[in-house]
């Protein structure tokens, strides 16, 4: 990566904030063959660079990857309107997993939203909550649940945000976002209103995270589009609704965004949005979606990623005192590498490379290919997307929802990602995009590189759907990580992952008593069979959607773990002792490893 000086950041940030405003007062007509101005607003891009990398992987085994959503009695349908005149139909579909009755199994939320003619009519739509039965079945328990807050959904988040023990879900909506309190008897409350976190604007990602280390988990919410039912842009009505000619939704670009928000939690069970002091307010309406914390830097504070669609990504140093730094461009995270604005959706985060630094990893439009930063320390990262070989792959689709993960167990992070085009008219052009689109699975070769997989892991991969949300998790607690999507247009998938015999795993869940209850943003840090592998427990991430907040590592040929140290939000480091392979173990912060009987809430935590 050619990291851009201080001087040079500026300059690129007035000059597309200009840009921005031109874009605001008149009629663009930035539309050609080629062009992909109505989202990404950028032409398709020059052939790959000499020496770009895309290679199938060869010699080694693949994991399979099996839809199982028939199997499992998953009979969820997300609302849709085939036609998509408008953006906000086009772009929800988020997945949450959420062990919500602290079982030890988790359990699956999928978002749903209305069409545009049923919320013009005043209706909203519910979620569906399905519990985990343990024998590879689900059933709907969304009315028991209580979980009956209608609205126009996006996506969720989990966190704990009252420090009961039980995990509470946030779900993100246009028009007021959604608080449920977790009760801990399989019921849920909606005190959004007591709480202060309804936003009110077009919300998209969601993320829990304790910037100020008191304890108590704050929330960050990214914004998109300054998007109201009652003045909705026509279809097709300007050059920026065009698509290589064909008339297709108004957006982003030439539409206002809508800013961001942080609320810091107050530890009484209400929220202050603190976004304008802390500084991640968005003041300039970039078009927010996907939303991580993570410790960038191994400070002990979590910092802020968001991926923006079409405008530059941020990247929020925290610097402690309740105030954070965007430092996205001098970061080398803003832009891809030849500087470009990018269309980003989904984020994915992961020490691919084994180096102890978390990496990024963003899904971008079609013509654009997915980006990998490579975390190399003191907040510089360098663009690696097609030494890698992830770039290739990726530039024909749509992609969303991502996530690194051990798919095979061989203690390296694998790459998956989900895909489907956002305009259905792109099916009459005579050539190029379709809506419905195949998913990227990409292997990782321990050398820094990734080969793809995707057709190679069965056929659940290859099937086109119009995917959005994707969450990874082990549904099934064979120890072997699984992959639930979310599509727009129908039904989700629940990918089983078959694994590969003879590797082996470890899977921890942390309990903070000092920290945050989820632990979230703890780092572990293992070592197994001579290597090294770090993870942290991240709140948000993907797009619209929610990892399973348990930490599971592959250990190959491993069959002890030798040693294992976290460092938790409170500023504590614990070590402990060796532990057997192909096993999930509970740690509770200051006691070390208990039974799950132990872990389990059964009243408030108190700090």
Not at 83 to 101: F, P, Q
Not at 218 to 245: E, I, Q, W
Not at 454 to 482: H, I, Y
């Amino acid at each position: 990566m050619k990291f851009l000086s201080r001087t040079e950041a500026t300059r690129r940030s007035d000059h597309h904030n200009f840009s921005r405003a031109i874009l605001g007062s008149i009629a663009l007509t930035l539309y050609s063959v080629g062009c992909s101005i109505a989202q990404s607003g950028h032409p398709i891009p020059p052939p790959p660079p000499p020496g770009a990398k895309s290679t199938h992987c060869t010699g080694r085994p693949v994991p399979q990857l099996e839809d199982v959503t028939a199997a499992s009695n998953i009979a969820f349908k997300h609302t849709s309107d085939p036609s998509k005149r408008y953006i906000v139909e086009s772009m929800s579909g988020g997945v949450v997993l959420i062990d919500y009755d602290r079982d030890g199994w988790p359990d699956i939320y999928f978002t749903n939203a209305p069409t545009v003619e049923m919320a013009v009519k005043g209706e909203k739509s519910l979620g569906v909550l399905y519990h985990n039965n343990h024998d590879g079945t689900f059933t709907d328990v969304t009315a028991k649940a209580a979980l009956n807050t209608r609205c126009f959904a996006m996506g969720g988040a989990v966190g704990d945000y009252n420090n009961d023990g039980w995990p509470d879900l946030y779900v993100t909506c246009l028009g007021g976002n959604i608080l449920y309190r977790n009760n801990g008897d399989g019921t849920f409350t909606d005190v959004t209103a007591k709480a202060g976190v309804s936003d009110g604007r077009w919300s998209t990602g969601a993320a829990f995270g304790d910037y100020d280390g008191d304890g108590f988990v704050d929330l960050m919410v990214t914004n998109y589009v300054d998007f109201h039912l009652d003045d909705m842009p026509g279809f097709g009505s300007a050059a920026f609704c065009k698509y290589r000619g064909i008339d297709v939704q108004c957006g982003p670009r030439g539409l206002r965004g809508a800013g961001d928000a942080l609320f810091h939690n107050n530890g009484d069970g209400t929220f202050t949005d603190i976004s304008k002091t802390a500084g991640v307010d968005d003041p300039n309406g970039y078009y927010g979606l996907a939303v991580v914390w993570v410790d960038f830097n191994n400070t002990g504070r979590p910092d802020i990623y968001v991926a923006n669609d079409s405008t530059p990504k941020f990247l929020y140093q925290n610097l402690g005192g309740g105030k954070f730094k965007e430092i996205g461009l001098e970061s080398g995270t803003a832009v891809s590498e030849d500087g470009s604005e990018q269309a980003s959706m989904g984020l994915a985060i992961g020490d691919y490379n084994h180096t102890g630094r978390p990496s990024i990893y963003v899904t971008n439009f079609s013509d654009e290919n997915d980006l990998l930063y490579r975390n190399d320390g003191k907040w510089n990262f360098t663009e690696v997307s097609y030494p890698s070989g992830v770039a290739v792959p990726s530039l024909p689709y749509v992609k969303w929802g991502t996530a690194f993960v051990d798919l095979d167990n061989d203690g390296w992070l694998d790459l998956i990602a989900v895909d489907g085009h956002v305009y259905p008219q792109v099916d009459t052009l005579p050539s190029g995009a379709r809506y419905r689109e195949p998913k990227l699975l990409q292997l990782n070769q321990q050398d820094g590189t990734f080969c793809d997989a995707s057709v190679q892991a069965g056929k659940a991969l290859t099937e086109s759907r119009v995917s959005r949300g994707l969450a990874v998790g082990d549904l099934f607690n064979d120890g072997n990580m699984d992959v639930v999507v979310g599509d727009i247009d129908g039904a989700p998938m629940l990918l089983r992952n078959r694994g590969i015999p003879g590797r082996h795993w470890v899977s921890f869940e942390l309990q903070g008593t000092r920290s945050n209850r989820l632990a979230l943003n703890a780092r572990i840090a293992i070592v197994a069979g001579g290597m090294t592998q770090t993870s942290e427990i991240l709140s948000g991430g993907s797009y619209l959607s929610q990892n399973d907040l348990r930490v599971h590592f592959g250990l190959g040929s491993a069959t002890n773990v030798d040693s294992v140290q976290i460092h938790w939000p409170s500023g504590k480091s614990e070590t402990l002792p060796p532990l057997a392979a192909d096993h999930f173990y509970s740690v509770v912060e200051g006691r070390g490893v208990v039974t799950v009987e132990q872990a389990r809430p059964t009243s408030p935590a108190h700090h």
